[in-house]
């Protein structure tokens, strides 16, 4: 047998994956949701896919429940096989009512290639799709958005990323909502928030997660996506809180960049990163923006 005293700590993350085969996907009880107010903030989650709105959920998951903050799901596509689309509106609805999100639909099936080559190739196409964008926007009136970064790598994230620019750049200055860019698929270069979520937040969105049934089957990225947040504390100690700084004593985290829309261009909202700890209010961030 080794004595490398690592392998029984190596081995218990596998064991973890393993017991973790056996949890529920779906049907399981919800917990209490805060009640909120009928003129609450409202910020919009523009999902590339049904799931996403799990994976980077942290921070909006925090601003409703600490902050009385409405969140809205936009599902902007429902995946590109078009046999799953409904069934995995089903799981979506799921999801967002778990986790008390709202849920608001582009179309019928979603929006349909959206993608870098739809947005060069498919003008008219393209175009109706960051007008039906657009009026979210206006029609909401959001005092945040949250949305993939540019090179979140997957080719509906990139695509998703440009429609929402496309759209923030026709809309008047002055109605701008703070935009969270988020990261799944791809890191960010430069991100500036570190979020920490507390083991009942994270087992939220992880049950959450396990709603959308047969994408967790063909894929069991739930039980995996604990792992990824505390490698994003290890990223984040230094992307976020600076090259050789300490590391905070967060367990579980999800890293976005946070920033404002200005002629144009996407400015980060502060000079410096921040990390937001689970026992601090979220509400805070915005004291830091900058002028």
Same mark, same amino acid.
């Given at each position: 047998?080794? $004595? ?16 973790? %085969?056996?949890? #529920? ?8 949701? !805060? ?14 896919? !049904? ?30 096989? $078009? ?142 996506? #604990? ?12 992307? %976020? ?32 990163? $921040?990390?937001?700890? $689970? ?13």
């Amino acid at each position: 047998m080794s $004595k490398n005293p690592y392998l029984s700590f190596a081995s218990s993350f596998r064991q973890l994956v393993e017991k973790g %085969v056996d949890l #529920p996907l779906g049907g399981i009880k919800k917990q209490p949701r !805060p009640k909120l107010a009928e003129n609450a903030p409202v910020v919009l989650v523009f999902s590339p896919h !049904p799931d996403d709105e799990c994976i980077i959920g942290s921070l909006p998951l925090r601003l409703m429940r600490e902050a009385g903050t409405r969140v809205v799901n936009i599902a902007v596509t429902l995946g590109s096989n $078009k046999k799953r689309q409904q069934p995995r509106l089903a799981e979506l609805r799921n999801a967002c009512d778990y986790l008390g999100f709202e849920l608001q639909e582009t179309s019928p099936n979603g929006l349909e290639r959206i993608t870098t080559f739809a947005r060069k190739n498919e003008p008219e196409h393209w175009a109706a799709a960051v007008e039906s964008i657009e009026a979210i926007l206006s029609d909401w009136s959001p005092e945040a958005i949250f949305f993939p970064h540019l090179l979140d790598w997957n080719g509906t994230h990139v695509g998703v990323h440009h429609l929402v620019m496309d759209a923030l750049a026709a809309l008047s200055s002055h109605s701008l909502p703070l935009l969270v860019e988020t990261e799944y698929w791809g890191q960010m270069h430069s991100p500036n928030l570190m979020v920490e979520s507390s083991e009942a937040d994270l087992a939220d969105l992880l049950a959450a997660l396990s709603h959308h049934v047969e994408e967790v089957r063909r894929n069991p990225f739930h039980l995996r996506m #604990p792992a990824w947040m505390q490698d994003n504390v290890r990223l984040g100690a230094e992307v %976020v809180g600076g090259q050789g700084g300490e590391a905070p004593s967060f367990d579980f985290a999800t890293l976005y960049r946070v920033g404002r829309f200005l002629d144009g261009i996407f400015e980060p909202a502060w000079s410096d990163g $921040k990390m937001l700890a $689970k026992d601090a209010s979220p509400a805070s961030l915005f004291d830091f923006l900058e002028v």
